[in-house]
């Protein structure tokens, strides 16, 4: 969000989406962020400019140390997507 917000000045809307994939131990938690701007592909995403941060780089480095895969690209005729995949074990119900 805080990408879409510095570098999407033309967006007209966000959508955050969070949810769980797969059953039992097999499950994987899906976090995506689509924004309806090309300005956040015009203005170098993942070059880490901006706030000491390190980008699309970074992200896909803590989405792998977890397991994970994070996915990056168009949506739309003007938007972009992240998606970020990572497998987890629910915790044990608490009684």
Not at 22 to 41: D, E, F, K, P
Not at 54 to 72: C, D, F, P, Q
Request: net charge positive.
């Amino acid at each position: 969000m805080t990408n879409v917000r510095r570098r999407a000045n033309s967006a007209t809307g966000a959508r955050v989406s969070v949810r769980a994939e797969g059953s039992g131990t097999n499950r994987t938690l899906v976090v995506g962020v689509t924004n309806t701007s090309l300005a956040i592909i015009e203005s170098g995403i993942g070059e880490g400019r901006r706030g000491g941060g390190s980008g699309l780089v970074g992200l896909k480095e803590r989405v792998g140390a977890l397991g994970g895969t994070l996915n990056a690209g168009p949506f739309g005729e003007n938007g972009r997507q992240v998606r970020a995949s990572v497998p987890f074990s629910p915790a044990a119900p608490v009684s």
